[in-house]
């Protein structure tokens, strides 16, 4: 089921980007309306603020996670052949 929907999101990439950049315009919008009775950080006085702070801690999350990925983790294709093997 699930390899199904990654394929299909695959397929319409386009699509999922415009639907889920469309969701994160409704969520600032929606943030708008909603009343503030206690102000606790200073990010729930910004209109938007968690909304714009939860993508930029996905993306930094995603950026980190490839750069960790590609610098220690990821090994040439040969690299037990290279070192002797089991």
Known sequence: MIVRLI?????????VKVTFGCLLGLLVV???????HHVY??????????????????????????WLGHAWLFRPENYYETRGGL
């Open 30 to 36: 929606g943030d708008l309306l909603v009343p503030r």
């Open 7 to 15: 394929g299909w999101m695959r397929r319409h990439y386009h699509l």
């Open 41 to 66: 950080f200073l990010g729930d006085e910004i209109p938007g603020f968690w909304a714009l702070f939860g993508l930029l801690a996905c993306v930094l999350i995603i950026v980190v996670s490839k």
